[in-house]
C-alpha cells in the first residue's frame, strides 16, 4: 500500500515502495501527485513495478487522468517502463534535453513521438491542477542531464537519487540523520559526480521551504533531518574528489 506523504484539500502525494521491482531489482520508489482531477508520476519505475504500481494506483487516482511523467533521469529504475505508461496514458514525459532522444529506446517505434517535453538545463515550471512543479538543476547528481522536482504546495522535494538510504523500511521517514549515515555514505561518496556540485546544490535548495526530501530509494527524510542533510552532504567528498591516475590502469 502507498503511503501519503501529504493531504491537503485538493492536493495528495503518494509513495509508492513496495512494488515488485525489489524482488530482483533495487527498491525503488515511485510517486504520485494528485491534484484536483489530475496527477502527475514522477519516477515511474521499471517494468519489474509496473504492474503492481499500475494496479495500486487505480485504487486512488485513474492513470489516464494524468497529465504529465516526470522522469528525474533515464536510468532504467526510472523508466523501462515508459512503452506501457505511453499505452496507458496520454501524458506527455518530461526529462532533461540531454536525454531526450534517448529514452525513445524504452519504447516501440513512434510511441513517444511529440510526447516528450526536453526539460531546458536551468530547469521549468510544470503546470498540473491548479499548481506548478519546479524542475530543480540537480545536474551530475548523479546522471548528466538530472533533475528533482519541487512541489511548492507539499514542500516536498522529490531527489532522485540524492538522499538515498539503503536497507531502510520506506514507510518509516528519518527524523535525524546521524543514525542513518552508514547506510547512506558509501552510496553517495560513489553515486555523486563531486563536492562542487553538492555545494553549489545545497546552495540552491537552502532557501526553499522544504518539510520532506523525498528520494527515489529509501525513505524520506523530514524535519531535522532535511536541514541535517543538506548540511552533510555540502561538505561530502565523493565521485572524481576520491579518484585518480591509480584508477585508470589496465587490469
Known amino acids: 500500500m502507498p503511503v501519503e506523504l501529504h493531504s491537503s484539500p485538493g492536493h495528495r502525494c503518494l509513495m509508492f515502495h513496495d512494488t515488485a521491482d525489489g524482488t530482483e531489482g533495487v527498491q525503488s520508489n515511485q510517486f504520485l501527485i494528485i491534484d484536483d482531477d489530475t496527477g502527475a508520476i ?55 534535453r540531454v536525454w531526450e532522444r534517448f529514452i525513445p529506446h524504452f519504447c516501440k517505434p513512434g510511441k513517444t513521438q511529440g510526447r516528450v517535453v526536453p526539460i531546458p538545463d536551468p530547469g521549468m515550471r510544470i503546470r498540473v491542477g491548479r499548481h506548478d512543479l519546479v524542475a530543480l538543476p540537480a545536474h551530475f547528481l548523479h546522471a548528466e542531464g538530472n533533475f528533482q522536482f519541487w512541489d511548492p504546495a507539499s514542500r516536498i522535494l522529490f531527489s532522485g537519487d540524492l538522499g538515498v538510504s539503503l536497507g531502510v523500511d520506506p514507510s518509516v521517514p528519518i527524523r535525524q540523520l546521524a543514525p542513518h549515515l552508514p547506510r547512506m555514505e558509501a552510496f553517495h561518496r560513489r553515486y555523486m559526480a563531486s563536492r562542487k556540485v553538492l ?53
Open 42 to 96: 514522477i519516477d515511474p519505475g521499471g517494468n519489474l513495478a509496473y504492474a503492481d504500481l499500475y494496479l495500486v494506483m487505480t485504487q486512488h487516482f485513474p492513470p489516464h487522468r494524468l497529465s504529465a511523467i516526470l522522469a528525474s533521469h533515464a536510468d532504467p529504475d526510472i523508466v523501462a517502463s515508459l512503452d506501457r505508461w505511453m499505452t496507458g496514458t496520454q501524458a506527455p514525459v518530461y526529462i532533461s
Open 199 to 251: 555545494q553549489w546544490w545545497a546552495h540552491m535548495v537552502r532557501g526553499l521551504p522544504i518539510a520532506m526530501i523525498a528520494p527515489q530509494h529509501g525513505a524520506p527524510l523530514v524535519g531535522d533531518a532535511v536541514r541535517e542533510f543538506i548540511d552533510w552532504i555540502e561538505t561530502l567528498d565523493c565521485g572524481i574528489d576520491l579518484f585518480g591516475q591509480q584508477n585508470y590502469v589496465v587490469p
